[in-house]
């Protein structure tokens, strides 16, 4: 029986869990790889130029720098950066080794997540909420991206699993625990700061009495956020990007780098919906309604907890509703209650007394539909290369041929993007700017020690040439 219940997480994690090893040494071509060489290239600036020089910021751009010319990204805390440091230090600069980071994560948030269904229903529910969490194409693709999603819901389910083994064992250490993970998950993840106050309201609906002691881990948690804010104000000295980011997403505009018009509910609400059909499966979705309206024993708290993961998954959705209608990870912890709900659902079918083993049969055979299902929609978003980002390869070695490491580069490039798989592999303190204007002005503010204009027709990059130093003449009508 121990061998068995043994089996009920460790056949998940291994084999679902191989999804996100796949292509894992591919350069930052994919979708949202952008993420990627970004929390790469402050990585190795950390090792570069070590803690007390970056001091515990992200430097994100390149080049051999010197301190006064260090350019930090202050709109996330840098917990996810910090670690991809630790792990190129263990094992060399490379693609896999940063995407080992939020796969950790990822598949600690898995085997949290197969705990917490086994208290409600015992093995077999952990088995199957543990598989179809991982097979869950938002799962298996971005659960290895090197972003904020994956920590956060680590640290978040590591809270849920503390509770209820507090609950269980009713001893201090699991609350003492619940803080320490409130606390170090704010350096990971802003959204961490919610689940505490949601799990503070959730003690209050299912316990009633001793509500109080959540105050701890939520204290904690505004700790956390205070210690993570005041980072960021020492190293940048205040907080006007941070704000100004969070402006920014909470705005209403279609473009994530100016403005490109304005979207409007129903606009969003179909975005949102394309979405969830890309990275998430039907079947799975069918399994959670079955579970919420279905015949058969619920508890209340089980309830209560997958509305909780519900609403912890929705929030960043509903809060940050231009970040969500320009990115499709912020919907990445709906995963959680979809795969507990989905999970619970299976587990309560397989239990039900009439049809004996058919209905195990039944239960496996939707599980093995949901990884079909899955395996299909992960197929066409592993194998998208993203244009722009494979459009910089080619300017990255011909810049690193043209310039040296300490030198630093202004690019004039007609391109809309945020160039960090150019900074990345390049190595190159370079900033681009979309004409010569723009570049006359910069660089009247800026010491730059050359100018590089990037020429582009149809069929992408034609010629890349080093500039004279200023003036340069103005750009050129346009003749139809």
């Not at 640290?155 to 606390?183: D, G, H, N, P, S």
């Not at 009439?354 to 949901?370: D, F, K, N, S, W």
């Amino acid at each position: 029986m121990r061998v068995l219940r043994h089996l009920s997480w460790a056949v998940p994690l291994l084999l679902c869990g191989s999804w996100l090893f796949l292509d894992i040494r591919e350069p930052w071509v994919g979708s949202y790889d952008a993420n990627g060489a970004l929390f790469s290239t402050a990585a190795r600036n950390t090792l570069r130029y070590g803690l007390a020089a970056t001091r515990g910021g992200q430097v994100v751009n390149a080049g051999r720098l010197t301190p006064e010319r260090f350019r930090f990204y202050a709109h996330h805390p840098p917990g996810i950066s910090l670690t991809i440091a630790a792990s190129f230090a263990a094992f060399g600069v490379h693609e896999w080794s940063a995407r080992l980071v939020p796969i950790a994560f990822t598949l600690g948030a898995a085997a949290l997540l197969y705990f917490v269904a086994t208290e409600f229903a015992g093995a077999w529910a952990g088995c199957f909420t543990t598989m179809v969490f991982l097979v869950q194409p938002m799962v298996a693709f971005y659960g290895r991206m090197p972003d904020h999603e994956a920590p956060a819901a680590f640290f978040a389910m590591a809270l849920v699993a503390c509770y209820l083994r507090w609950q269980r064992a009713e001893r201090k250490r699991w609350l003492t625990a619940m803080c320490a993970a409130a606390l170090v998950g704010l350096w990971y993840g802003w959204m961490v700061f919610v689940m505490p106050w949601l799990l503070l309201g959730y003690h209050a609906l299912a316990k009633g009495r001793g509500w109080k002691w959540m105050l701890l881990p939520a204290a904690a948690a505004c700790v956390g956020f205070t210690s993570v804010v005041g980072h960021i104000a020492l190293i940048e000295g205040g907080l006007g990007e941070l704000w100004g980011a969070l402006g920014h997403r909470l705005g209403a505009q279609a473009g994530d780098r100016g403005a490109q018009g304005a979207f409007g509910l129903g606009a969003f609400v179909v975005r949102q919906a394309t979405y969830w059909w890309t990275c998430f499966s039907a079947v799975a979705l069918a399994a959670c309604v079955a579970w919420a309206l279905g015949p058969g024993r619920r508890t209340r708290r089980e309830t209560l907890l997958v509305a909780v993961l519900a609403v912890w998954g929705l929030f960043p959705v509903v809060a940050f509703k231009q970040g969500a209608f320009v990115h499709i990870y912020y919907q990445f912890h709906l995963a959680l209650p979809l795969a507990l709900a989905a999970g619970l659902a299976l587990e309560r079918l397989r239990q039900r007394p009439a049809a004996g083993r058919r209905l195990t049969a039944v239960a496996l055979l939707a599980i093995i539909i949901v990884v079909l299902e899955g395996s299909a929609k992960l197929a066409p978003i592993r194998a998208a290369k993203i244009p722009d980002y494979t459009r910089q390869f080619r300017v990255t070695w011909w810049l690193r041929g043209q310039t040296a490491p300490d030198e630093r580069v202004l690019m004039v490039w007609r391109r809309r993007s945020s160039f960090r798989q150019l900074t990345y592999y390049a190595d190159r303190d370079v900033t681009v700017v979309p004409d010569a204007t723009s570049a006359a002005r910069l660089w009247e503010q800026r010491r730059f020690d050359k100018a590089i204009e990037v020429v582009e027709d149809d069929a992408g990059v034609a010629a890349m040439r080093l500039m004279p130093r200023p003036p340069w003449p103005p750009p050129q009508p346009h003749r139809q």
